[in-house]
């Protein structure tokens, strides 16, 4: 295929669809959600998952103060609260009041999970770096949550019976379809 050749990161999107995730976190007095679209799983042992979020965020005071953070993975037919929480700022309302969104306990951190979210992973601040104009932060995960009904025995996501929230720019969200999963071997296909 010929392809266009650009300078530099373009519109920075050429690397979409990202699990559009809403980042929760305890700090400054309150609970508080943010859309984060921009994460990755980094480390197996220990588990480590980063997040990157801008110095502009009231949330990354909160988790710096806290040192602590948890990750909640969306179904599209929440993506409203992705972008709700994407288009306001703690430091100025309650967002769990104002979106009402629903809270479940975590267990070994001080922040709130969502009860939309199908799955979470509880964060304790591993490290974190600034890097750009993001701060890189680290989490170690401390716990996971999730939906059995969202999961098969093996712990793949069932795509019949929830659809990720994805987010491929542009205030746009799409998800994913269960009959596009194509199960390929990797010893068979490096072997080959
Ligand atoms: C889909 C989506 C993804 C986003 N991803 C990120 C991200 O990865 N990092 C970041 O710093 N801001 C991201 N934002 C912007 C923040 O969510 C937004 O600025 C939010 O209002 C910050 O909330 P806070 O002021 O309560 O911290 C994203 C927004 C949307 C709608």
């Not at 998952?49 to 103060?65: A, M, N």
């Not at 969104?101 to 974190?128: F, G, T, W």
């Not at 939906?147 to 025995?153: L, V």
Request: charged share 25%; with cysteine; hydrophobic share 40%.
């Amino acid at each position: 295929m010929a392809k266009a050749i650009r300078d530099g990161a373009g519109k920075f999107s050429y690397h979409y669809p990202f699990h559009a995730t809403i980042v929760t976190c305890h700090g400054k007095g309150k609970d508080n959600a943010m859309a984060v679209a921009w994460h990755a799983p980094i480390s197996l042992n220990p588990p480590l998952y980063g997040v990157s979020i801008s110095p502009r965020r009231f949330t990354l005071e909160q988790i710096l103060e806290a040192n602590a953070f948890a990750v909640n993975f969306m179904p599209l037919k929440y993506a409203e609260l992705v972008a709700a929480t994407g288009g306001s700022k703690g430091s100025d309302v309650d967002k769990f009041e104002k979106f009402n969104m629903e809270k479940e306990e975590s267990v070994k951190i001080n922040a709130p999970i969502l009860k939309k979210a199908y799955a979470a992973y509880e964060c304790e601040l591993y490290d974190h770096a600034t890097l750009g104009d993001h701060e890189w932060c680290v989490g170690k995960i401390v716990t996971v949550h999730y939906d059995k009904m969202a999961f098969t025995d093996k712990d793949l996501l069932d795509l019949t019976k929830v659809d990720p929230a994805l987010y491929i720019s542009g205030e746009n969200y799409v998800t994913t379809l269960a009959s596009s999963v194509r199960h390929l071997e990797r010893n068979e296909y490096g072997n080959k």
